[in-house]
């Protein structure tokens, strides 16, 4: 699978975890635990789920990694859907490199969901991007990350922006 799983607390198995940072709140995810950037403040919750759910996670990690095998090592995103209230955009087949955008924090040549987007761009698929630097939002902080705030013509305003 490439990562770590918990197989057991005190011999029970099923569990997964929930994590979110300062200002933010706890939402179901599919991250590797291994990979979900650590920051002061941050909140990480163990429950237990029933077995098939850490399963059919367990599965697609299975299915990363014998993707990745498949492709000779390159990380090729089978889709990719950007949605703004000004239209979505679909690309298949995505080839994805490393950017490297934040060395501060990851080693070199671990491939995030942003350098999905710079290698769109690089491949002429996206016209525009613009991203900004926040060291906190509201009482957020530390966010100390980018955002990405346009996509093509699509820009962010208000509270309504580009996540993942």
């Not at 002061?40 to 919750?45: A, E, L």
């Not at 679909?90 to 934040?102: E, K, P, Q, S």
């Amino acid at each position: 699978m490439n990562t770590h799983v918990i197989d057991a607390i005190n011999g029970q198995s099923g569990w997964w975890y929930g994590a979110y940072y300062s200002g933010g709140w706890s939402e179901r995810n599919v991250f590797h635990m291994d990979m979900y950037p650590y920051k002061n403040g941050t909140q990480i919750r163990l429950f237990r789920e029933g077995e098939e759910h850490p399963s059919a996670i367990y599965r697609t990690f299975q299915e990363e990694v014998a993707r990745l095998a498949g492709n000779g090592g390159q990380v090729i995103i089978p889709e990719v859907t950007i949605q703004s209230p000004r239209g979505s955009w679909t690309f298949r087949d995505v080839m994805v490199t490393a950017h490297d955008v934040r060395s501060d924090m990851l080693q070199p040549g671990v491939v995030t969901a942003l350098d999905a987007l710079l290698s769109l761009a690089e491949q002429g698929e996206l016209s525009q991007l613009k991203l900004t630097w926040y060291e906190r939002i509201g009482t957020a902080d530390p966010v100390d990350t980018y955002y990405v705030e346009q996509v093509n013509e699509a820009e962010a305003y208000g509270s309504c922006g580009f996540v993942y």
